[in-house]
Nanobody, 129 residues
Framework: VQLQAFGGGSVQAGDSLTLICTAS????????VAWFRQAPGKEREFVASTSWLGTSAEYADSVKGRFIISRDNAKNTLTLEMNNLRPEDTAVYYC???????????????????????WGRGTQVTVSS
């Protein structure tokens, strides 16, 4: 599976952005998928994940109630709708796919995150106050 994320940008606090990840390959629908982010000087961290059918989702506490993850297997796309953005959301955002569950993706250690099967190129999100 090849992934590519886009849709980042520079916004003001309180604004919204939608990130999109496109996937190539017929097996996209077989994987749980997720968004991670990495701020300068910090480890890559989990943001949100969804199951291969898109029927369940997990969110980091820091984004719960503000971000919405969804997928469209017919279009091979993964979306992250980000609302009420905060300066602390500033990071490079990555989409990822792995042969596991959305719940497990949410619990990955930093070491396990580094070994995720498929990553998209990141997209920068900058939120100013």
């Amino acid at each position: 599976v090849q992934l590519q994320a886009f849709g980042g940008g520079s916004v003001q606090a309180g604004d919204s952005l939608t990130l999109i990840c496109t996937a190539s390959g017929r097996t996209f629908s077989s994987y749980a998928v997720a968004w991670f982010r990495q701020a300068p000087g910090k480890e890559r961290e989990f943001v949100a994940s969804t199951s291969w059918l898109g029927t369940s989702a997990e969110y980091a506490d820091s984004v719960k109630g503000r971000f919405i993850i969804s997928r469209d297997n017919a279009k091979n796309t993964l979306t992250l709708e980000m609302n009420n953005l905060r300066p602390e959301d500033t990071a490079v955002y990555y989409c990822a796919a792995d042969g596991t569950t959305s719940q497990d993706l949410a619990r990955y250690t930093p070491e396990r995150i580094r070994n995720i099967s498929y990553w998209g190129r990141g997209t920068q999100v900058t939120v100013s106050s």
